[in-house]
């Protein structure tokens, strides 16, 4: 155990070392958001793909592929079809549009431009809706800090808790835009090396690929409805589609898709999108495959978000372990430092209209962002919840209220005014309302019927802003 606290000592102070050399390179809002719109193709792929996955991908997927067996399969085409949404469709209309516009934040983009009757109303919804959303997924991200810190340190989960959320705080507040994606590449590629060699050493541990199949196979019960786990075939139907409905909310992430709008340029999206693809690939690929050899090794475990930590403490070395479990913390910290910044900019950016950086902007922000993560840390101590529900619900709220919006704006032209305040705001409170009256198969219709609605209004929105040019 005393490896583990040592090599997660020296990973926090790598993080924190790189929040005091990003906020060197801070001399305006415009770098403590974008970076100055010089972010690389691997940093950009790296960085995007740690704030798109958080600790929902480790630790949330592996315990879904521990609790569900087999049909924790459809998350893997689910996933990966997000980020082949948002590298090929999504990155490079919108790096060329909000450079040409010059938007800063997600929300200002699809606000409209300056002088649009809406787009104070929109900016004031969209830092709303993701001040709301983005509590929700912080507070997440905090809680599974502090079940991580909790296990390894032997420390009540309130003062893990706290432990675990100053040290993203800090590097944030320092650093901004850089310290975010920088950190988050090294943290992608730390949770790339454990989704590697983790689930490998896993599957050989069970047996094999033939051993894993058979002992997944007979725990369904051979029964037709073993691949999803419902009885019926509307029932199975809807389960799939409702888990590709995690990746149609791509586009909608805020923290996500500011990454394209960071980007260098075109050649640097092509890298970054072959490298997204592939980080994609191994990190749920292998996460599913971890929580499936974990029913076997581990069957006893009772919180199987915990799978991931415990198969690391039992098949390796002190050290190593140390490495998996800090992957635990890179997931957790890359997609808080992100949706921090988000959340920074939308009080100090978004909600005095956008426009060009203004006095203040930067000293704002960096108060932002300790007000939210302290809302946040309350939020994961007194209101705990598993992590993959609760990121979940602030995904596809993000999701329905910002993608639909983006998409059909970059792809068909212009919403008009009330149009667009109707998308974004009918979006988000459909799927709100969903979220806490409807039970579905996979919650297809808390992640599919938000999406189309608020689709449907910003094309006929679109549909009339052309008429009238």
Not at 204 to 227: C, I, K, Q
Not at 435 to 451: A, F, K, M, N, Y
Request: hydrophobic content about 60%.
């Amino acid at each position: 155990m005393t490896g583990i606290v040592v090599t997660l000592i020296v990973y926090q102070v790598l993080m924190l070392g790189i929040g005091w050399w990003a906020s060197r390179r801070n001399t305006d809002s415009t770098d403590f958001y974008l970076g100055g719109r010089k972010l690389g193709g691997l940093v950009a792929a790296l960085s995007a793909s740690a704030s798109s996955s958080s600790a929902w991908s480790l630790l949330g997927v592996s315990g879904a592929a521990f609790a569900w067996g087999l049909p924790a399969i459809w998350l893997i085409p689910a996933t990966v079809l997000g980020f082949c949404i948002n590298w090929f469709l999504i990155a490079p209309r919108l790096a060329h549009a909000s450079r040409a516009n010059g938007a800063l934040t997600l929300t200002e983009f699809v606000a409209g431009p300056p002088g649009d009757p809406a787009r104070r109303t929109m900016m004031r919804l969209g830092a709303a809706v993701i001040l709301f959303s983005f509590t929700f997924y912080i507070a997440a991200q905090f809680q599974a800090a502090g079940k991580t810190f909790a296990s390894v340190l032997d420390v009540q989960q309130t003062v893990a808790i706290v432990i675990g959320a100053a040290v993203v705080l800090v590097y944030v507040w320092l650093g901004g835009f850089w310290a975010a994606s920088v950190t988050d590449s090294v943290q992608g590629l730390l949770m790339a090396l454990t989704a590697l060699l983790l689930p490998i050493l896993a599957l050989v541990a069970v047996g094999g690929p033939a051993d894993l199949a058979s002992a997944l196979w007979s725990a369904a019960g051979h029964t037709d409805g073993a691949w999803t786990g419902q009885a019926g075939l509307p029932a199975a139907i809807g389960f799939v589609l409702g888990l590709f409905g995690i990746g149609l909310g791509y586009p909608g992430q805020p923290h996500v898709v500011n990454r394209f709008m960071a980007i260098r340029d075109d050649r640097a999206i092509v890298h970054g999108r072959r490298v997204a693809i592939t980080w994609a690939v191994i990190i749920y690929c292998g996460m599913v495959v971890l929580g499936w050899s974990g029913r076997i090794l581990v069957a006893e475990l009772g919180d199987g978000e915990q799978v991931l930590f415990v198969l690391a403490t039992l098949l390796l070395p002190a050290v190593a372990a140390g490495v998996m479990v800090s992957a635990i913390l890179s997931a957790i910290m890359s997609t808080a430092d992100s949706q921090l910044l988000v959340a920074a900019s939308s009080v100090s950016h978004d909600l005095r209209g956008g426009g060009p950086a203004a006095p203040g902007d930067l000293a704002r922000a960096r108060l932002v962002v300790l007000a939210i993560g302290a809302l946040a840390i309350a939020l994961a101590v007194f209101f705990p919840d598993d992590i993959f529900s609760r990121v979940l619900f602030a995904w596809q709220a993000l999701a329905a209220a910002f993608g639909p919006l983006l998409v059909i704006t970059l792809w068909y032209g212009p919403v008009a005014p009330a149009w667009r305040i109707a998308a974004l705001s009918g979006g988000f409170l459909l799927t709100v309302a969903l979220d806490w009256t409807i039970q579905s198969p996979g919650d297809w219709v808390e992640r599919l019927v938000p999406l189309g609605l608020a689709l449907a209004l910003a094309w006929l929105g679109a549909r009339k802003a052309c008429k009238l040019r």
